[in-house]
């Protein structure tokens, strides 16, 4: 059974830093595209990935929101990804989700998302 946990969510000040995990069970992350999206308060869960690494040719790809300011990154040993997300401002507030295409080889961005985790909330307020 394939499975993905978020979590490293919680409270932060403006112009603070978080780094959420994504760690996988039944797949190999390394083997697939993974991205990060989020929902926020009160709207759809956005469509489009925040950010997204590819399996194998080592693309990523970031929305213009948070470009400069977060970092997404694949640790293999651990089958985890991660994203760095700094210089908070209140409108990154929102559950944060993972997800992937489930495409052996796939690259960002992706197709499709059919597996999600359950989402770790970010609140970022003072």
């Given amino acids: 059974q394939v499975q993905l946990e978020e979590s490293g969510g919680g409270l932060v000040p403006p112009g603070g830093s978080l780094r959420l995990s994504c ?66 401002a209140p409108e990154d507030t929102a559950v944060y989700y993972c997800a992937t295409d489930w495409v052996w080889g796939s690259t960002c961005p992706m197709g499709y998302s059919e597996v999600w985790g359950q989402g770790t909330l970010v609140t970022v307020s003072s």
Avoid at 31 to 36: E, F, H, L, M, N
Avoid at 40 to 50: C, F
């Fill in 23 to 88: 760690v996988a069970s039944g797949i190999s992350l390394h083997d697939y595209a993974i991205g990060w999206f989020r929902q926020a308060p009160g709207k759809e869960r956005d469509e489009h990935s925040l950010s997204c690494i590819s399996a194998r040719d080592g693309i990523i790809l970031y929305e213009d929101s948070v470009k400069g300011r977060f970092t997404i990154s694949r640790d293999a040993d651990k089958n985890t990804v991660y994203l760095q997300m700094n210089n908070l």
